[in-house]
C-alpha cells in the first residue's frame, strides 16, 4: 500500500506520540518505584529518631551541647577518683628515688648506706657484707631507675627489720622489676632472710603491715623454728609504683622485664 505524503507525515507523529507514551509510562512507574522506598526509609529513621531521642518528651533528654557538658564533668570526677585511689594504693617514689642525674642517684645510694650502718650499730645488729649495689649504679637511666626504686625498697624494709629488734640480718637479694601490661605500673621484689627472736618477729610482721601505707607488701613468707627463742624468716617484700617520665624514661617503649641481677 502507497501512502500519501500527508498520510506519511501522520504515521511518523503517531509512532513517535507511541514511543514518547511508552517512555513516560517506564519512568513513572521507576519513579514510583524510588518514591515509594525513600517513603519506607524515611519512616524507619523517622522512628529510629523517635526511639533514640525522643522529641514528643524533652523532659527525658538533654540539649547536645548540655550532655556534652555532663559527659566532660563525669570524666574529669572519674580522673579525679583515678588519682586519688593511686595516690594511696600506688604512691609515687620519694623524689630522691625518682632523679634521673647519675650524681644524684650515687649520693642517695652512698646516705643510704651510711643511714642502713648506723642504724645497725645502734641496734648491734648484724648486716650481711654484700648488700647490693655498693658497687654503684647503672648507667643506663632506665636500668638506674630500677635500682634506686630497689633501693628504696630493701632500705625501708631494712628500717623495719631493725626497728623491730631482729637479731640477725642473713641476706637482702633483689628481685625481678615486672612492668604491667599497661606499662601504667612497675613492681619490684627484694627476698630478704633475717633470724629473730619470737617477739621480734611479731613486731616485724606488724611493721611490714604497716608498709602498705607506701606502697610495699609481702608476697611470700616463710618460717623456721631454729631453737626453743629463735627462728628463721624469709619473705619476699614488692613495691608497686607508677611510672612517669621522671622516674623511667625508657619502660613505656620497652615494656621490659628487668633480670634479677639489675
Same mark, same amino acid.
Given at each position: ?123 648491734? $645488729? ?43 640480718? $642473713? ?46 607488701? $609481702? ?6 623454728? $631454729? ?36
Amino acid at each position: 500500500m502507497t501512502l500519501t505524503p500527508a498520510q506519511r507525515t501522520l504515521a511518523i507523529w503517531g509512532g513517535g506520540t507511541g514511543a514518547l507514551l511508552i517512555v513516560v509510562l517506564v519512568i513513572l512507574a521507576v519513579r514510583g518505584s524510588t518514591e515509594s522506598d525513600l517513603d519506607g526509609e524515611a519512616q524507619k529513621l523517622y522512628a529510629d529518631y523517635l526511639r533514640l531521642y525522643h522529641p514528643d518528651k524533652p523532659s527525658d533528654g538533654l540539649p547536645a551541647a548540655d550532655a556534652e557538658r555532663a559527659l566532660t564533668q563525669a570524666q574529669d570526677m572519674q580522673l579525679d577518683a583515678l588519682n586519688k585511689a593511686e595516690s594511696v594504693l600506688v604512691p609515687d617514689l620519694p623524689r630522691p628515688y625518682r632523679t634521673m642525674d647519675v650524681n644524684e642517684a650515687d649520693a642517695q645510694v652512698h646516705a643510704d648506706y651510711q643511714a642502713i650502718h648506723q642504724l645497725s650499730q645502734s641496734h648491734r $645488729i648484724k648486716l650481711p657484707e654484700d648488700l647490693p649495689f655498693l658497687s654503684g649504679l647503672d648507667q643506663d637511666p632506665a636500668r638506674r631507675s630500677v635500682q634506686l626504686a630497689k633501693l628504696y625498697l630493701y632500705r625501708a624494709v631494712l628500717d623495719r627489720c631493725m626497728d623491730a629488734g631482729v637479731h640477725r640480718i $642473713i641476706n637482702v637479694l633483689p628481685g625481678k622489676a615486672v612492668l604491667d601490661p599497661t606499662s601504667s605500673y612497675m613492681q619490684v621484689s627484694c627476698v630478704f632472710t633475717v633470724d629473730t627472736h619470737y617477739e621480734g618477729g611479731q613486731a616485724l610482721l606488724q611493721e611490714l603491715l604497716k608498709a602498705n601505707a607506701i606502697g610495699i607488701g $609481702i608476697s611470700s613468707l616463710s618460717i623456721e623454728k $631454729i631453737s626453743d627463742v629463735m627462728q628463721n624468716m624469709q619473705f619476699t617484700a614488692n613495691l608497686l609504683y607508677p611510672v612517669r617520665s621522671d622516674n623511667h624514661p625508657t619502660a613505656r617503649a620497652q615494656g621490659q622485664t628487668v633480670s634479677r641481677g639489675d
